[in-house]
């Protein structure tokens, strides 16, 4: 995996024990649909963990658990039926479309946004992000973490360029101005924590309108 697109291999390994934060999980699961190499990755992890628990010792279950279990069992009522998509984008990847979205919200030239409303992680959500070609985003840092996955199109920063299936992971340190390099739109999905911070005298007069 090359490093600088790909999510850290500790984000990777909560992603794979569950502990990851509700929205970056999101993300994280976006990233893994476009990139089967980093899923078979993780799904290695998985299977790791799971012959650990094949070989810790058991615990003596509280009084009626099987009962109870078998009672649960026992409701249900027969037929799976795959979950029907929850919005009108067929063309993101499968785990994004049980996720309700918002109406497209403009918040700068060539630039829309739309919330996903998948679980929040007190001020974390899930965006995302539509920017025109040859448009770019003004020069900001973070208020906290924000990862970004690119769905279709493609972005390039001071250092990388990120197309599809590419995920960039930033925090407070990062100081960026992504600039949209595809002939189409660039669409990603973000996990936002906070509001992102612009930059200089000018970033400061118009913070108070910018709004993700």
Request: glycine letters at 8%.
């Given at each position: 995996?090359?490093?600088?697109?790909?999510?850290?291999?500790?984000?990777?390994?909560?992603?794979?024990?569950?502990?990851?934060?509700?929205?970056?999980?999101?993300?994280?699961?976006?990233?893994?649909?476009?990139?089967?190499?980093?899923?078979?990755?993780?799904?290695?992890?998985?299977?790791?963990?799971?012959e650990?628990?094949?070989?810790?010792?058991?615990?003596t279950?509280?009084?009626?658990a099987?009962?109870?279990?078998?009672?649960r069992?026992?409701?249900?009522?027969g037929?799976?039926?795959?979950?029907?998509?929850?919005?009108?984008m067929?063309?993101?990847?499968?785990p994004?479309?049980?996720?309700?979205?918002?109406?497209?919200?403009?918040?700068?030239?060539?630039?829309?946004?739309?919330?996903?409303?998948?679980?929040?992680?007190?001020?974390?959500?899930?965006?995302?992000?539509?920017?025109?070609?040859?448009?770019e985003?003004?020069?900001?840092t973070?208020g906290?973490?924000?990862?970004?996955?690119?769905?279709?199109?493609?972005?390039?920063?001071?250092?990388e360029?990120f197309?599809v299936?590419?995920?960039?992971?930033?925090?407070?340190?990062?100081?960026?101005?992504?600039?949209?390099?595809?002939d189409e739109?660039?669409l990603?999905?973000?996990?936002?924590?906070?509001?992102?911070?612009?930059?200089?005298?000018?970033?400061?007069?118009?913070?108070?309108?910018?709004?993700?």
């Amino acid at each position: 995996m090359n490093p600088a697109r790909n999510p850290s291999e500790e984000r990777l390994l909560a992603y794979a024990a569950g502990t990851l934060s509700p929205p970056e999980a999101v993300v994280v699961a976006a990233h893994l649909a476009l990139r089967p190499a980093n899923d078979a990755w993780v799904r290695r992890l998985q299977s790791v963990g799971g012959e650990f628990l094949e070989t810790t010792i058991p615990q003596t279950l509280s009084d009626g658990a099987l009962s109870r279990a078998m009672a649960r069992i026992e409701t249900d009522a027969g037929e799976v039926r795959a979950q029907a998509p929850l919005n009108e984008m067929p063309e993101l990847p499968a785990p994004l479309r049980r996720y309700a979205l918002g109406p497209w919200r403009w918040i700068g030239p060539g630039m829309r946004v739309r919330d996903v409303h998948a679980p929040r992680d007190g001020d974390c959500r899930v965006i995302l992000l539509k920017i025109d070609p040859g448009r770019e985003t003004p020069r900001h840092t973070h208020g906290g973490v924000e990862l970004t996955c690119v769905l279709s199109g493609a972005y390039a920063t001071e250092t990388e360029r990120f197309e599809v299936g590419d995920l960039e992971e930033a925090d407070e340190d990062v100081l960026h101005r992504p600039r949209v390099v595809s002939d189409e739109p660039c669409l990603c999905l973000v996990a936002l924590d906070g509001q992102i911070q612009l930059d200089g005298w000018l970033g400061r007069v118009m913070q108070p309108f910018v709004r993700l």
